[in-house]
């Protein structure tokens, strides 16, 4: 990850530094700011893609056009073909790319022409431009100047706190030009086939997430994994182990007390042969870090809380005793195959618009989780799930076909890889457990007991009449509200509304967002 602020307008450099700096964890590597014709550009580097200072930004090309970019362009070597005889590239990272082909064919073209996981502000002539990538993995928001009025983006909204106003996630797929949003990629807008064979939306499957992880592996810092032993991280490893020519680094976290998916990962690390670790994290330690990871998260939903707690202090780990700087992780497979709750979708066209939904939303919750989770230790998050071309392949399917016809939850995605011994049946078949339960139901547990130490049911129902968005329902919902409310005041519009199950459908008129109060949770969770 990167991290970068540009404000377009009148501020004050000492302010700016001050909240330039809340974001150095992104990117430790290398510190700048550039003051433009108008306004200020700064950024803070980890270096992935030439890590010699030649890949420092912000890129300043011979017209003058400036670009700070957080990203990784994976078709970045075949574009520069079509430039190397005519721009004068500075080094051999993939962002430098961005700068020749906007100077040549303008904003739209540019973004219909990358693929990868960015965010970037260009600046030429005075003139601003920002884009970000179509599912929101690269996190970028905007706010106006309190001085001027004018726009400033930075990569989280900590760098434009107190500096803007009405400061608002950028939306995926859109860039920004001449003062608008404009729309290049909408995954709603994904048309559905008819239905097909299935062995050929298997091999579809197949090769078109084969080839995500295969880009991902691109770096020139060390690679690592994020393994849970449930069926998505496991594929991604066992993907990249047939790519690689050397055992792969895989990482799991658990509690102390009565892990849940530790010993899944295990057996997926022995039978990759990876180089295998486990973190163990108490509930002391937990409590200890739920303050600091709602200010790295920016949020106040309980999944997300949840979840981001063993992932955040895994990536703790990675940072503080390997020598790893890019994560690869399992994200966006739920949206796209379904969730333990879209097996009650009341038809294939419902079924659709919920992944439609749920995909269009990710940059709000997990996407959002992974990004603050892995960068706020300096770590890259690449998220193969989330490659263009396979969630174009995807939503294409036929819902019918998508549908959990099978009583197997993600049949389609376990049979594209029922073959060439990617994983043990034990793994590839073994049901879905709720990711935020994952690290050991006694964690949610121990938050909800904490919670209900704290507040009262009286405290409940003022919290209803107090926060009129985002309105707390629980006990744990409220005490996450409240920290949020300590470092994001009046902040909470950033979050659109709580992660829940669908509760039109039977049987997900539920409480809690976890999979576990759902009646078809089943054994996942052993």
Sequence with gaps: ??????????????????????????????????SLKDGLMGFHRLAIMDLTDAGSQPFISKAKTHLVCNGEIYNHRLLKTDYIERYDFQSDSDCEVIIPIFEEYGIEKLLLSLDGEFAFVIEQDGKFFAG??????????????VEDGKIAFASEVKALQELCSDIKPFPPGH?????????????????????????AVYKGIHDHLVEGVKKRLDADAPVGFLLSGGLDS????????????????????????????L????????????????????????????????????????????????????CKYIREKTDVKVVLTG?????????????????????????QKRVHELYLYDVLRADRSISSHSLEAR???????????VMGIAPEQKMNWSGEGKYLLRKA??????????ILWREKAAFSDAVGHDMVDWLKALAEDKYSDSDVAQAREKYEHGTPFTKESLMYREIFETHFPDKAHLIKDFWMPNKEWENCQVDDPSARVLPNYGDSGK
Aim: hydrophobic content about 40%; aromatic content about 14%.
């Design 1 to 34: 990850m990167c991290g970068f602020s540009v404000f377009t307008g009148i501020v004050d450099k000492e302010e700016f530094e001050v909240k330039f700096d809340l974001i150095a964890h992104r990117g430790p590597d290398q510190r700048a700011i550039h």
């Design 132 to 145: 970000r990538d179509p599912i929101g993995i690269r996190p970028l928001f905007y706010g106006y100047g």
């Design 175 to 199: 860039y920004y030009a001449d003062g608008k949003f404009v729309s290049y990629f909408d995954v709603r807008e994904i048309k559905t086939r008819k239905e097909e064979d299935l062995e």
């Design 234 to 261: 496991s594929l991604v490893c066992a993907i990249a182990a047939k790519l690689s020519d050397k055992p792969i680094k895989t990482f799991a976290v658990g509690i102390d007390t009565n892990p849940i998916d």
């Design 263 to 314: 010993k899944y990962a295990r057996i997926v690390a022995d039978f990759l042969g990876s180089e295998h670790h486990e973190i163990i994290f108490t509930k002391e330690e937990a409590f200890a870090h739920l303050s600091e990871l709602v200010h790295k998260l920016e949020t106040w939903d309980i999944t997300t809380i949840r979840a981001s707690m063993g992932m955040s202090l895994v």
């Design 331 to 355: 994200e966006v497979s739920d949206e796209l195959f379904g969730y333990k709750y879209t097996d009650f979708a009341p038809s294939a066209i419902e079924f659709q618009k919920e992944a």
């Design 383 to 393: 998220v193969p799930f989330s490659d263009k071309a396979f969630i174009e392949y």
């Design 417 to 426: 890889f029922d073959h060439s011994e990617y994983l043990p049946d034990e």
